[in-house]
């Protein structure tokens, strides 16, 4: 590392909250605070927060670091978010929210939109131009035109739409900016041109003006403000830094600083991510895609949309859900693998379009008297890692990986599990120190960069420090090859149901052939 040591306060703005982190340039994370806030449902398919939430999360967590650490606050030397990606907060003509809630990026209000865009835009088209595998009707272009349909009173007093982190900046420093991290999750931004695209904004009949050009996660973008630097409590004119999208940052904070490097983030939903100079695109499995906050890099992922939620249901279903997760997990360890002929399909709530697209259910098959709880249980283990592993080896055929993967997340926490997640993909995985902390490290990078503190964000290579790693046995994972072709054959059965039935049961179509 380059030059004395500066800390940063980093902050990551999530879904369920803000957490607040100081990191040092030396590597080590000072004092960490999380503070929440709540997510609306003022309807069907409809998820909004407050901005206003947004920023007293940002005030209170900050105020318990300064409390539990004022030395360390007071040496802050630059401000850094990541932030929830597919922000759509439209400002007026002096920069305020002209709403009190927004749309977050789980918001689906954009759906019929979408398919109205693609009946004179294709589809494959808009997705090679921009990475976009989330459901179309997620990103902020749809929404805008959602928006325009439904509240043209809203839609023509918005003069610029900003996202999550950048909400903040604005509070911070008075002025609109974002990265291109954040602007790859738009809906219009071309990977390819590295900014918007107009040929998209003009299909949807978005102004192409209302988005702030992007600059690099690592600039600065502005400084503190007086007033915002007192409620903050770090010293006026302290530079803020335009941060990244949090799936960006999660990457650089979880080590890939280097094309070919993967994770696994392991959760409520889990993913795996590569970095590559290139985009990811495939039109079947649609990974989805960001541009790094690593210059020249982007991060493709594909992801199951319920692993730890799976679990979560599971241990319900069968009356466990007062047990430590670890005594659940445990006990299932007694199962052998296969599960004697169980097998879970972790589909509960969807699926992406490599796992037979979002009508699709999950379900077991392979159930027998004999079948116990434990056995029920590995089966969903299992199931869950065997998503991973199709997810991984797709992206393996599209690009170079190494021959190692990180896993992060809460569901990375139990030995047995991880051993299966091995196994069943067939790769050494390494289990870091940096943990749930990943995002606000890869920010932090961000910042240090721009500092000059770091000399580049493979730095943050060296804070990821394996804690342990989890060798797969050949023997194993043989049995998983095996396993996974029945995983796949019970997959295909499942989309083609959920295709018949979507269809009114009428449909004679076969999904395979």
């Not at 080896?393 to 030995?415: W, Y």
Request: net charge negative; proline share 5%; hydrophobic share 40%.
């Amino acid at each position: 590392m380059t030059g004395s040591a500066k800390s940063v306060l980093a902050l990551d703005l999530g879904t369920g909250g803000c957490k607040a982190s100081v990191w040092h340039s030396t590597g080590v994370r000072g004092e960490t605070s999380v503070v929440s806030y709540e997510t609306l449902h003022p309807g069907d398919g409809l998820n909004e927060q407050r901005p206003a939430d947004w920023w007293a999360a940002v005030l209170r967590s900050s105020k318990l670091l300064r409390d539990a650490d004022p030395a360390a606050f007071e040496r802050i030397e630059g401000v850094v978010l990541s932030g929830q990606s597919l922000g759509c907060l439209p400002l007026d003509q002096n920069d305020e929210p002209l709403e009190e809630t927004t749309p977050i990026w789980s918001d689906s209000r954009g759906h019929d939109d979408a398919q109205r865009f693609f009946e004179h835009f294709p589809e494959d088209r808009w997705y090679l131009e921009t990475g976009n595998g989330f459901s179309p009707g997620l990103y902020p272009v749809f929404t805008l035109m959602h928006m325009a349909r439904t509240r043209p009173e809203i839609s023509a007093r918005t003069r610029t739409v900003i996202g999550s982190k950048d909400y903040i900046n604005l509070r911070l420093t008075g002025v609109v900016a974002t990265d291109h991290s954040y602007a790859s999750g738009s809906g219009c931004y071309s990977l390819a041109a590295g900014g918007y695209d107009a040929a998209i904004c003009d299909a949807a009949g978005i102004d192409i003006s209302l988005f702030p050009a992007p600059v690099e996660a690592s600039e600065v973008v502005g400084t503190v403000l007086p007033t915002a630097a007192a409620e903050l409590g770090v010293a006026p004119g302290t530079p803020v830094f335009s941060g990244g999208v949090d799936n960006s940052c999660m990457a650089l904070g979880s080590g890939l600083a280097q094309a070919g490097r993967s994770y696994a983030s392991l959760g409520s939903s889990s993913w795996v991510t590569v970095a590559s100079a290139q985009p990811v695109l495939d039109v079947d499995s649609r990974p989805f895609v960001f541009r790094h906050v690593v210059p020249g890099l982007h991060v493709s992922a594909l992801s199951t949309f319920s692993s730890g939620t799976s679990f979560d249901w599971v241990k319900g279903i069968l009356g466990h859900a007062g047990l430590d997760t670890p005594a659940v997990l445990d006990g299932a360890m007694n199962s052998p693998a296969g599960a004697r002929g169980a097998l879970f399909l972790p589909t509960l709530a969807g699926g992406t379009p490599l796992e037979g697209g979002s009508q699709v259910r999950g379900g077991f098959v392979g159930l027998g008297l004999s079948t116990t709880q434990e056995d029920v249980v590995r089966a969903v283990m299992e199931g869950i890692a065997l998503a991973l592993r199709r997810s991984r080896r797709r992206l393996g055929e599209l690009t170079p990986l190494d021959d190692r993967m990180i896993i992060t997340g809460g569901g990375s926490r139990h030995a047995g599990w991880n051993q299966i997640y091995a196994e069943a993909m067939g790769v050494r995985l390494v289990r870091t120190t940096v943990g749930q902390d990943a995002a606000t490290l890869g920010a932090a990078a961000a910042a240090f960069v721009g500092l000059g503190a770091w000399p580049d964000h493979r730095q943050a290579e060296a804070v990821v420090s394996a804690q342990d790693e989890i060798v797969p046995d050949p023997a194993a994972t043989a049995t998983y090859d095996r396993l996974a072709e029945d995983f796949e054959a019970a997959s295909r059965l499942a989309a083609r149901y959920a295709h018949h039935k979507h269809n009114g049961g009428h449909d004679a179509d076969r999904s395979d052939r």
